[in-house]
């Protein structure tokens, strides 16, 4: 493992703009000859690393890693939650995805998060057993073990279950994330215990253990995802939702989860989202993902424009208006394929797209964006129905992790999984040591609208783990959490890359800028006085009042060479860890 110069010098230019402490304990670029992984988390690339090094495939490691994240990174991700994972199949040169998103309890009908004809408070609706979908993550494993794996859960969770035993230091940026939720972290006995001392959060480097984590891997490596789905694991589950573990005095709104809910849980194995984009082949997440779809129509309405020969300001600002076109369509289209027929070829039709680059202003920014009618490029015309304008953008969280992995034999994931916002509903499983998602709040409150709940749907993502081809081989894979930003991060570490020909961890670590058909453009902090942001204003652009860290990408890079370059963050999240194989292991 080396890290790379590159990677160095643009990670002091974040870290001024970031204002964060450089700290280079983890390796955040690395290149080798074999499998290689990255995600956000040392012990979780080492246990990705382990698995690879033992002979298993990238879908084994991608296992590994996404359950060590469960210990390591718990309030993103965890057996509490849901995800995507795209993978390609070198074998058969072919590349599927594994949904296994939450799914509403047949208890859920539209106004569930209503009250009064009102919606809820967002964050008293988070905190609460409502919001709880059933969890999908040991279902997906499991589908992605036993179809394309070569391994067993008992080998796979067996380093995770080795970290949460024996513990591991508590880093700043899990402390940091722990004191922001104190709040509701406080409300939860299971969850107080675990993670607050005296309802403070646990100082930087205590040493984190999880025994009842460990004890929940050790029941699904025994009795595979029956355990978690039938039995005392699932009569646990259902228990916490509906009778949430409060502390003294606290109060929240139970859930109304069953048994048969969490027995019937499926993952679906669907088709990859496939765009083509300067020479390469993109494949993404469908639906229930809206990932996918927006990343794909934004490089088609961008693919008019020859970026790569126009001043930067021009390209930012193309970028950031095709963005606000996709978001005004995805808010107005896009759900759970089983309840709504979802125009899918119209949105990704290249003429869709050139319709829509026709309303960008080259001079100007828009303020609001309409949706578009991809009807009219649809070739089955079944749904009539035609939203007539975008829905408000719902609040949503910024979260998640997503990790990367590719083996010897070419096989590559991409990964994205996720219990919504940091913490979840805050409801740790008494005696399971794991948090119930908050999935459910991923709905629109209010209709009538394609993402309204509904009893057995699931809610729309933004997740977009994405796996690119050229020339029928894999070139670089990408993705990231951040909610709706995780869309316009991979939108625009693709544009860095492809067409402004930055290097993978250059165009990873580049500020980011994320407009979602809002007046002002999400932004991190210290870009606003940059001249690249000044460059923006004179379009119009405006930028929003608080800065904020945006996403936190793992990617992996295919070099010509035969080479592979794993890249995770140089500063954003506590630094991410890249980890390589070399010829011979
Ligand atoms: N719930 C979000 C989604 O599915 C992911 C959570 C986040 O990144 O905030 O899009």
Redesign the pocket.
Known sequence: MTISARALACGLTLSIILNVPLAWAKTPVATGTGGAVATISEKASESAMAILNRGGNAIDAAVAAAATLGVTDPFSCGIGGGGFMVIYLAKDKRVITIDHRETAPASFTPTVFQQKGKPVDFDTAVASGMSVGVPGTVRGWHEALTRYGTMSFKQVLAPAIDVATKGFPVSPTLHKLTVENEKKFRLFSTTSALYLRNGKAVPVDTVLRNPDLAKAYRELAARGPKAFYEGPMARAIVGAVNSPPLAEGASVRPGKMTMADLANYEARIRPPVHTTYRGYDLYGMGLP?SGGIAVGEALNILEGYDLKALPRSEVDHLYLEASRLVFADRNAYLADPEFVDVPVAGLLSKQFAAQRRRLINPNGAAIRATAGDPYQFQNDQSFPLRPQASAARAR?????THLTVSDKDGNVVSYTF?I??WGGSGITVPGYGFLLNN?MT?FDFVGPRPNVPEAYKRPR???APTIALKSGKPAFTIGS????T?ITTVLQTIINHVDLGMPMDQAVNTPRMSQRNESETSIEPGFSATEQARALVRYGHQWEAKPEEIGAANALVFNPDGTVTAVSESLRHGIGAAMVQHRGH
């Open positions: 993902s949503e969280g910024a979260h998640t996720t919504e916002s999935e991923d993502s933004s997740m959490p951040g909610g709706a995780i």
